[in-house]
């Protein structure tokens, strides 16, 4: 908890002298002057899961055997601070953290999701920037507003680095973004960290698999662009909305690309000499999203198509606030918990819709159920993988509060005799989702 002292008392030392030239304190703002376009802003989100998981076979819980399990933990927090403190200069950052439940490590405090400063070279067509950023390249929602997202989770794999040569989706970046009329882009230049220290850090080589490599890195390149065909959407932050409720009608097309060269590495067929690939990912969408009807109706779509080059048989899991910590089952590729393979060598489909009943259906509420499927064919896996993901939201008071009861089935894949992945059956995970958002 130390950092977040540390974190907390620079906020107040930072925000004191503001508070005191502040000219008016509304939702969260302080304007700086009089007509308001230099602020500074501050938001908190929490999101709190109570969930229900059937386990991959073997998992374990500190060794002890498990199918089963109950457990409650904070998805996520946030606290955002950002500022326009000139007509050109842009501050943004993030703490918070992600993925705490019972058998987290306690105490261990909040991190730094973003830092990064911007000047407007030509306001609103060109911005310059540096630091820890989300500027991201691939898709719509490799870079999601946690706070606005449609069910319980975006569609994580487009994060297609995350945690491995990052910090939580986030790189440290120079970029540049802004708007050509309708079109809308952003394009960065990333250092990707250090794969040592990555939790799911491996230096052991072989012929048949790629891996991130253990050298050190080559610059990376990312970029997505837009053309937004109705309403405009807000480039002031990195974060993509999930949904606007019916608060707007967007419709826009998108495509982007993320490119390492020498990211990846495996042994030659003779196994003495390694190998060394480019990392290449690219992904085209589409994302409508608006109201419908007269009583305040709203429908959501997405659609992404991706094409993913790790190298060679890659698979990497992905277990969402994982309930389990070890496995008996070196054959369950999956791994522990609630893990299944979410990245890999290959090309993925995956598309969400979710509709918004009237306003004041229930009361002053209104529900808005939610469909998602991400569908993968990988070259390591004998099958397609598909993850579903649907459920209902109650939305109390639109994405500021809201109750989310969600399913989430994925697939198990088993080890066959050539290494590749099988298919074995399916398991579950049932959340209720509780979110605040101050914004």
Do not use: C
Not at 395 to 407: E, M
């Amino acid at each position: 908890m130390k950092l977040a002292k540390i974190a907390l008392i620079g906020l107040i030392v930072f925000l004191l002298p503001l508070i005191l030239k502040a000219q008016v304190l509304k939702d969260g703002k302080l304007t700086l002057n009089e007509d308001g376009l230099h602020y500074v802003k501050f938001t908190i989100v929490n999101q709190a899961w109570l969930r229900n998981t059937t386990l991959n076979e073997g998992s374990t819980v500190f060794g002890y055997g498990k199918k089963n399990t109950w457990d409650i933990g904070i998805r996520r927090f946030r606290m955002q601070f950002y500022g326009q403190l000139t007509d050109r200069v842009f501050i943004y950052s993030q703490i918070g953290e992600n993925n705490f439940n019972n058998i987290s490590d306690r105490k261990f405090g909040f991190f730094v999701h973003d830092a990064l400063g911007e000047y407007a070279v030509v306001k609103n067509k060109l911005s310059l920037g540096g630091g820890l950023a989300a500027w991201s390249g691939l898709a719509r929602f490799a870079s999601p507003s946690v706070g606005s997202i449609l069910g319980v989770d975006a569609p994580l794999y487009q994060q297609s680095t995350n945690d491995v040569t990052d910090q939580f989706l986030r790189k440290l970046s120079v970029y540049a973004k802004g708007k050509l009329g309708n079109f809308d882009y952003r394009l960065a230049l990333s250092n990707p960290m250090a794969f040592q220290k990555a939790a799911s850090y491996s230096g052991v080589l072989n012929s048949e698999t790629a891996n991130f490599s253990s050298k050190p890195p080559k610059l990376q390149w990312n970029g997505y662009f837009q053309w937004q065909f109705l309403d405009q959407e807000s480039n002031l932050t990195p974060y993509m909305t999930g949904t606007y409720l019916g608060k707007k009608k967007v419709f826009n097309i998108g495509a982007g690309f993320v490119y390492q060269p020498k990211a990846m590495w495996r042994l030659a067929a003779n196994k003495t000499d390694t190998l060394e690939t480019n990392m290449v990912q690219l992904a085209v969408d589409a994302y409508y999203d608006a109201p419908i009807g007269q009583g305040g109706q709203a429908i959501s779509i997405y659609a992404s198509a991706g094409y993913f080059d790790y190298g060679k048989n890659y698979l990497r899991n992905l277990a969402v606030m994982n309930p389990a910590n070890g496995s008996t089952r070196t054959d369950v590729i999956n791994g522990a918990g609630n893990g299944f393979s979410a990245y890999g060598t290959g090309n993925v489909f995956y598309t969400q819709v979710g509709y918004k009943f009237k306003d004041n259906l229930i009361g002053k509420t209104t529900l808005m159920p939610y469909v998602s499927l991400q569908h993968a064919n990988y070259e390591r896996l004998n099958q397609g993988m598909n993850f579903w993901d649907f459920g209902v939201s109650w939305l109390l008071s639109g994405h500021n509060s809201k109750l989310t009861l969600a399913h989430q089935n994925r697939p198990v894949f088993l080890t066959d005799a050539n290494g590749k992945g099988e298919f074995s059956n399916r398991k579950g995970s049932t959340v209720i989702q509780y979110q605040v958002f101050f914004n």
